[in-house]
Nanobody
């Protein structure tokens, strides 16, 4: 069984930065999983933010390109999301997700079987 635990959320002013972490806990091989960050604001659908495939391919949503960076540390079994130049519209609950192998569309939430509990990010203007 895979467990994901996010950390690093918080409140920041527009233009600021935050880094989210997602610890992967499982006896499974971490490197065999594709992982992604999603976000969901109140009253809105869950949105894919960034994904990293098991072979290293990375994709970003257009709304965060150039501002967010996804990365993974295979030794620490941890996924990261560095968020710079934050905007009020980035305010949401951020969740990490994992799926064994290559789930196809990395930013489609239905492709993922495992989810963390979420970390709140609030950006004030």
């Amino acid at each position: 069984q895979v467990q994901l635990v996010e950390s690093g959320g918080g409140s920041v002013q527009a233009g600021g930065s935050l880094r989210l972490s997602c610890a992967f806990t499982s006896a499974q091989a971490y490197s065999a999983y594709s992982m992604a960050w999603f976000r969901q604001a109140p009253g809105k659908e869950r949105e894919g933010v960034a994904g990293i495939r098991s072979d290293g391919l990375i994709i970003y949503a257009d709304s965060v390109k150039g501002r967010f960076t996804i990365s993974r540390d295979k030794d620490k079994r941890t996924l990261y999301l560095q968020m710079n130049s934050l905007k009020p519209e980035d305010t949401a609950m951020y969740l990490c997700a994992a799926e064994f192998g290559s789930p196809g569309d990395l930013l489609w939430s239905l492709r993922y079987s495992y989810w963390g509990q979420g970390a709140q990010v609030t950006v004030s203007s």
